[in-house]
């Protein structure tokens, strides 16, 4: 009878039958569970509530914690057979040895899942390959009552048996699965797949009873057709086992910690069954917390590393997001990174592992390129919402013309299962394959689904060199990139970002961590600084190992699921208490560093010193001791001032002061110096007239500061690109004072709207030619977004936006779906807009979401999401941002400076009345200075092996110039670092200065030996 009579469902529905008889039931196991609300260790798994439980009987809450105890009898009936348990018990569970290390991991069959890739659940335990029929089982286990993705399903146990594998039926199981999956894969016609459905339908016949005899003919007949091999491949395939693990999303971090020992352990199990098994897993921070909260575990880890079996993957300290992180976030991430995976395993970390990140910022090639990274693997771009990444490999250039191969898997996913359909997917979908011979898949279940299981070792077994698919070989992602290498000079180089048309919502989402995370970046750049100040004038020890300790806890919260914004709300619970403790700590040692420096000085009652920790001169008003006075700080120096002399001599100067300004509600005006702004009945701003340039800002006819809510009903990831469409509601003030202090002059405005209200100074300061807007919000609202936005009177089809260590320009038209898909876009401190002669900047103090459309710049302020944190932002905030009217062009008129100013305040100390050291050289003095006002001193701290100490500077402005550094302390010998801070050349200073060469954008590191 041919076989078209039996179509792919009724062979589908053999397997089903297979599947289900796989395993033989032969009885159930007594389980005991002692239930906590969080996780004990071993040692206390008999204090909680203790339940005796049946199939079906529920166990637990979300997030509910419970060692389980599963005990039985294997019966002489099983004797040589294998025996097994099948354990699920509707959540996640880590079985453990006598001493209470990880041993394997389970997962409920029914957690939720893409099953377009497979099932996710683990439920089988081996007992004995041929049982004695005697065994005894007795074992403990850890479970956290949540799925992969931290729903609740039911925490009733489902089974818990001891049963026999019927190996036969197994082994047959997935040979006719990848048969028949291969041969629906090939063309129609094809001989190769007529033979395999031939073949099935044989086996089809044989298996109405599944007789040991039977199922051995079975397997003879599907054998013929699994020993065909493919010719000489076009494509060959790395295949990688993998567990993508989110450090926090759905869940809380503790149980990240949980899922890593669950899946690790699994990943360790499944290397004794199978040979060619090779794994790689990513972040360090989930192998410390390995190696703190599971040593034993972490050691069969070590092992495995040094047999080549596992792969520490990925060069930073976590999958960092990298939009909204620092210039030296990042370089930290891969400092701090590469250091763990060199010190633990002695390996060296080629490649950045990145396969879920919200976008890439142009910087990165070049932190990568000199931090030693060749190499950067991602998938996200395949989410793109408009349009198609034209490329699965290819050359990725930044800002600086830095390169890095880069390397997409055709498949689109870090899950893939291994089956016919991914390898035949990875080469009708990969868009270089014209050019490229290789690609990588990466196969598993991650974020606690234990990697990969059974199923897909099972199938790679068959599909090495399986005639009809492209052969796959496991092996390291390492050695795949050095055979992708081979062909770089064939692949297409993408200049610029990788911008990700999704997810435009995290740049706003929980503002409070992003704030917090802006303030801790530059008072960890402000200690740094301050400590190594501490050390050259006063001896005092440079606090290294706290500092290691809060970067990498600040460097936890940049994960891509947690700085973005898109995690549960206990995450930021959590987060958001630590922040506080972590930015007061700083903020208490930048203080000391500072007195330690000043009991240096010798001076008079009343005195203050003033530092600045920038590379060029700040002349500001600031308040001390409630007076105000104006003082010039020197470049990365400090200045000394008499506070009670200074207060009286600049009496007189502030009533000249108070002479060039004015406000008026009534009038509605606000005016210094060197501006006057003009407000609607709205309190809208309607005009902005530059007094020194004779220039009008603001477009005739059209409002700026226009806050306005807009319908938002998006999750914390993204919101709907038309929402302006639906149009907004604008905020009107309720309330409006005039405000003067000191040399700060404006209006105060209050607004109510829903059950939330804001106030906010619109403030000048005499002497200053910035607009501030000192926000405060009581934000009540859900499925809202608030934003301002600035028309100005400047025509250009660019916006420059500040990125780390440079910039990038991004069009102000929306010409091609390209353009229109960056609607929203991300910047740092600043984005402006300029003509070749004058330009506006708008500033920001911690926020990174923006819009420049045509002559408006917009920032957007806070959302209101409700999922995944129901509660998200519903607090209260504090921002401020600025509007910058300027000469020339952003770099012509120092942008970034005026950036960094907001950013980073001047510090002062009071200064003891008589000095307990020499005095320092003059009342003022600058310790690092530049000739150029296109570089910046980013960086300065003590190097991580030693006493060296560390200058970072960048070139700001896209230009190639020569500087020259002034170092005026002592040092013996100077080098050129890389960004691992390893020496690579000597340079040759004169006179305790260097001269420096840049190209655009360059980041240059200075190593310097103390004498």
Excluded at 681 to 694: C, L, N, P
Excluded at 799 to 809: H, R
Aim: aromatic share 10%.
């Amino acid at each position: 009878m041919p076989y078209e009579t039996v179509n792919s469902d009724q062979l589908k529905s053999m397997l089903d039958r297979l599947n289900r008889n796989m395993y033989k039931k032969v009885s159930e196991l007594s389980v005991t569970a002692w239930v906590t609300p969080e996780p004990v260790p071993y040692e206390a798994r008999l204090t909680g509530q203790r339940v005796v439980l049946s199939p079906g009987d529920r166990w637990g809450d979300l997030w509910d914690c419970a060692w389980f105890h599963f005990t039985g009898k294997v019966t002489e009936i099983v004797k040589g057979s294998r025996v097994v348990l099948l354990i699920d018990v509707n959540g996640e569970l880590c079985l453990v040895d006598d001493e209470g290390s990880p041993v394997q991991g389970l997962t409920n069959i029914n957690s939720e899942f893409d099953y377009s890739l497979g099932l996710p659940g683990k439920r089988v335990v081996s007992v004995s390959e041929s049982s004695t029929g005697e065994e005894t089982v007795d074992l403990w286990g850890d479970a956290g009552c949540n799925d992969l993705f931290g729903h609740f399903r039911s925490g009733t146990l489902k089974e818990a048996v001891v049963a026999v594998c019927r190996e036969d039926i197994r082994r047959l199981y997935y040979d006719a699965e990848v048969l028949l999956e291969t041969a629906e894969q090939l063309p129609k016609g094809s001989a190769r797949r007529e033979r395999i459905f031939q073949a099935m339908y044989e086996v089809s016949l044989l298996l109405t009873e599944l007789t040991d005899e039977r199922v051995a003919k079975a397997l003879s007949v599907l054998r013929e057709q699994l020993a065909k091999r493919g010719g000489d491949p076009v494509l060959s395939i790395s295949a990688i086992g993998h567990a993508h693990m989110d450090l926090a999303w759905l869940w809380p971090i503790r149980e990240t910690i949980r899922k890593g020992a669950r899946t690790f352990s699994t990943a360790l199990k499944m290397m004794e069954r199978y040979p060619d098994y090779v794994f790689g897993a990513s972040q360090p921070q989930l192998y410390d917390w390995m190696k703190i909260h599971y040593p034993n575990l972490y050691a069969r880890i070590k092992e495995r590393i040094r047999e080549g079996r596992w792969e520490p993957q990925g060069a930073m300290w976590v999958e960092s997001d990298t939009n909204v992180p620092g210039g030296e976030s990042l370089i930290r991430q891969i400092l701090y990174g590469k250091r763990y995976f060199l010190e633990e395993f002695g390996q060296e970390m080629k490649t950045l592992w990145m396969p879920d990140v919200f976008g890439y910022t142009a910087s990165l090639p070049q932190i990568l390129s000199k931090s030693g990274v060749n190499y950067m693997m991602t998938q996200k771009l395949s989410w793109s919402k408009y349009n198609r990444h034209p490329h699965h490999t290819f050359v990725w250039e930044g800002i600086d013309g830095s390169r890095v191969l880069t390397h997409m898997p055709p498949e689109d996913t870090y899950n893939s299962p291994a089956a016919p359909r991914s390898i035949v997917k990875a080469e009708n979908e990969y868009l270089d394959k014209n050019v490229s011979d290789h690609c990588l898949m990466l196969f598993g279940i991650g974020d606690g689904g234990g990697g990969p299981g059974e199923e897909h070792l099972e199938r790679l077994m068959r599909q090495k060199n399986l005639l009809g698919l492209s052969p796959v070989v496991q092996e390291p992602s390492s050695r795949f990139f050095e055979k992708l290498a081979e062909g770089v000079s064939r692949y297409q180089v993408w200049s610029g970002e990788l911008y990700l048309e999704k997810h435009q919502g995290t740049l706003t989402s929980q503002a409070r961590n992003k704030r917090y995370n802006r303030k801790l970046e530059k008072s960890l750049r402000e200690l740094e600084y301050a400590a190594v100040l501490a050390g050259l004038t006063r001896g005092r020890h440079y606090p290294a190992d706290e500092l290691e300790r809060i970067w990498k806890e600040v460097l936890l919260y940049q994960f891509h699921d947690i700085l973005p914004g898109s995690s549960i709300k206990r995450v930021y619970d959590e987060s958001l208490e630590r922040y506080a403790v972590l930015l007061e700590r700083v903020e208490q040692m930048i203080a000391e560093a500072y007195d330690a420096v000043a009991e240096g000085f010798s001076a008079e009652e009343g005195t203050v010193a003033f530092f600045n920790s920038l590379s060029w001169e700040r002349e500001e008003w600031v308040q001390e001791k409630g007076s105000w006075m104006q003082i010039r700080v020197p470049a990365m120096g400090y200045a000394l001032a008499n506070t009670d002399m200074l207060v009286k001599a600049e009496a007189a100067v502030m009533d000249s002061v108070f002479q060039n300004m004015r406000a008026s509600a009534i009038d509605r005006v606000v005016e210094n110096d060197l501006l006057a702004v003009t407000f609607a009945d709205d309190f809208t701003i309607i005009s902005i007239v530059d007094k020194e340039h004779g220039r009008e800002v603001i477009p005739h006819g059209q409002k700026a500061n226009e806050l306005y809510l807009y319908h938002d009903e998006g999750d914390a990831w993204d919101f709907r690109q038309d929402y302006r469409q639906s149009g907004g509601v604008p905020l009107e003030p309720a309330h409006c004072t005039v405000f003067q202090d000191g040399p700060t002059i404006g209006l105060l405005l209050s607004y109510t709207f829903g059950d939330s209200s804001l106030m906010q100074k619109v403030l000048l300061t005499q002497g200053s030619r910035r607009i501030d807007f000192v926000t405060k919000v009581d934000w009540k609202e859900s499925g809202k977004m608030l934003r301002t936005s600035f028309p100005v009177a400047i025509r250009s089809d660019n916006a420059s936006c500040e990125i780390q260590f440079g910039y990038i320009k991004r069009p102000t038209h929306r010409n091609t779906m390209w353009d229109y898909a960056k609607d929203e876009i991300c910047a740092h401190h600043w984005v402006d807009l300029s003509e070749p002669d004058y330009g506006v900047a708008l500033l920001n103090d911690c926020k990174y979401g923006h819009r420049a459309w045509q002559n408006v710049l917009d920032l957007n302020l806070l959302r209101s999401s409700s999922h995944p944190d129901p509660e998200a932002d519903r607090a209260e905030h504090s921002f401020t941002y600025s509007l910058y009217p300027h000469k020339g062009d952003h770099v012509q008129a120092e942008v970034y400076k005026r950036g960094y100013e907001l950013n980073v305040p001047l510090r002062s100390v009071n200064v003891p009345r008589n000095g307990t050291a020499r005095k320092l050289p003059a009342a003022h003095h600058s310790f690092l200075r530049l000739d150029h006002p296109n570089v910046m001193i980013e960086t300065v701290k003590q190097a991580e092996d030693g006493e060296d100490l560390i200058v970072r500077l960048y070139e700001t402005a896209g230009t190639r110039i020569k500087a020259t550094l002034d170092i005026d302390f002592g040092f013996s010998e100077g080098w050129l670092a890389d960004l691992m801070e390893a020496p690579i050349e000597q340079l040759h200073p004169k006179g305790g200065a260097f001269t420096l060469s840049f190209t655009p954008f360059e980041i240059k590191t200075i190593r310097l030996a103390r004498r």
